[in-house]
């Protein structure tokens, strides 16, 4: 049982967000790119899961859902995208991406009914049974994996406007 | 308002459910939007132009939520509560 609350469990899993989206921005290999991008939505959702005080620590480290759901609520809210600084265009090709993202974490890909890759993290094996990794086999890294490419900068941006922008949005 | 807010921003909310509470709306959405994952992720969000209050807002999607009994509620959201109203139906009834 945690003796901290809530707020100081948000606002680590943010701290962790910003470490990891500064890591993204290091000369590195892709798919590496596109798994911290993956963890860099998934820990601001969570943040922000946590703040609402409804849901759990335990849930907090067990699960990787959350930046579909806070995608879906923040393209759809007028409200929200007043206090951001991307298109409504823009936020919609962002949660198309995140989406993506979302579910080539391994875990959530399991889960959707996927046994095998492309994933993040770990190795999979092709229809030609040959065992690849993410760095040889990840599709699509042009959309987030590829340094200074269009839309990895835009979701570097945007994850860097959520973090800071995150007492704004969420309560 | 909230609520019909929120069916105006998301054509894919079948029904919306309020979940009494002193201090703050406390919204559950079953949407298509969402994937039937069986998490419940509730997000909150300040008061602000329109609305005097802090909201709660869950979104199920429609296969999570005919399965609600099933899955793992915070305990102040559960929808086996016995106050819980529903605000808005447009589920098509001929589905």
């Known amino acids: 049982m945690s003796s901290a609350t809530s707020d100081e469990w948000a606002k680590a899993y943010l701290r962790q967000a910003s470490v990891e989206l500064e890591a ?24 922000a899961l946590l703040k609402s005080g409804q849901w759990t620590v335990d ?10 759901h806070m995608m879906q609520l923040l393209t759809r809210s ?15 090709s962002l949660k198309l991406l995140i989406d993506e993202l979302e ?7 399991r889960a959707r009914g996927r046994t095998t890759g492309p994933w993040l993290e770990y190795p999979w094996e092709t229809p030609t049974g040959l065992v690849t990794t993410p760095s040889e086999g990840l599709p699509n890294l042009d959309r987030y994996g590829v340094r200074g490419a269009p839309t990895v900068d835009l979701l570097t941006r945007f994850a860097q406007e959520l973090i800071e922008k995150h007492d704004l949005l969420f309560a | 308002m909230l609520a019909a807010e929120h069916a105006l921003d998301d054509p894919a909310i079948q ?8 201090d703050e709306v406390r919204l559950i959405e079953v949407t298509t939007s969402v994937r039937p994952d069986g998490e419940i992720l509730p997000f909150r969000f300040a008061a602000g132009r329109g609305v ?8 199920v999607n429609p296969t999570d939520w005919e399965r609600r009994g099933e899955l793992r ?23």
């Not at chain 1, 590195?28 to 991008?37: F, G, H, K």
């Open chain 1, 103 to 109: 579910g080539l974490q391994p875990a959530n890909a």
């Open chain 1, 59 to 68: 849930k907090a480290q067990t699960s990787h859902l959350g930046a579909s």
């Open chain 2, 15 to 22: 029904q919306i459910f309020l979940v009494p509470h002193a």
């Open chain 1, 78 to 92: 007028s409200r929200l995208r007043v206090h951001l600084s991307v298109s409504e265009g823009q936020l919609r």
């Open chain 1, 24 to 47: 993204s921005r290091a000369e590195l290999t892709e798919s590496i790119r596109a798994m911290l991008l993956q963890m860099v939505f998934e820990k601001i959702a969570k943040a």
């Open chain 2, 73 to 95: 509620w915070p305990p102040d959201l559960d929808p086996a509560r016995a106050d819980i109203e529903r605000l808005l139906d447009q589920r098509d009834p001929a589905a």
């Open chain 2, 52 to 59: 005097p209050f802090r909201s709660v807002v869950i979104m």
